[in-house]
């Protein structure tokens, strides 16, 4: 004799709650397939702009291209700056010769006290016809082979002690347009080797500027497509 065994039907209460298992497994699978879908929507065009940028960077920038000069040509440069190549030109802050070079300077440069008040006792002024001053002093106080040997002393000083370290970090970069190389750093350490660290250092935002002539930052740009022969 078969027994015939029938399922019986769940009770209704308990047949909600299935149906309801059933619904939220249903829409928590909905809203996290939903949330992937959106997850790649957003982040697949992103990572191909940035690509796209990347690229249009690349291709934007154009290399720079550099002049090179050797050493005697940046001191031409510089005289030409400084004093339009006299040796016997001074002016009213006591820089004189070629170079313009400080009392600071000389005496680290070997002149003693003594022969750098007799430089100043020689100074000479002149008036243009408007009445501008014009300083002049003896060049046998600071003969023109000392000048010469001087700027030599000077730019090898720079280089090599009191902005051997900017020298390093930013040659190659660019500040406020600027591209920064050696030789724009060494016509601007004219000014002051302080203010060129200051402007470095800075990211250009503190640019010291005399009453008269080229900031740092002036300074920096007459250079910034000239590079020395190393």
Known sequence: MHVIKKHLPLPRSKNKVAQMRTLLNIKTLQVVTSILFLSLLLCFPLSIDEKQFEMSNIEDVEPIELDYINYQDLYKKIASIESKHNYDIANKMRMVGKYQASRAALLEFGYTEEQVQNIYDSFDTTYTEKGHARYHFNVETFPPEDQERFIRWYMHRMETVYL???????????????????????NASMLGFNHVVR?????????????????????????ERTEILS
């Open 164 to 186: 051997k370290d900017v020298i390093e970090k930013y040659v190659g970069k660019t500040i406020n347009d600027i591209y920064i190389t050696r030789a724009g750093i060494l």
């Open 199 to 223: 402007f470095l250092e800075s990211n250009g935002k503190i640019n010291y500027t005399p009453r008269k002539g080229y900031s740092i930052q002036g300074r920096l740009a007459l250079f």
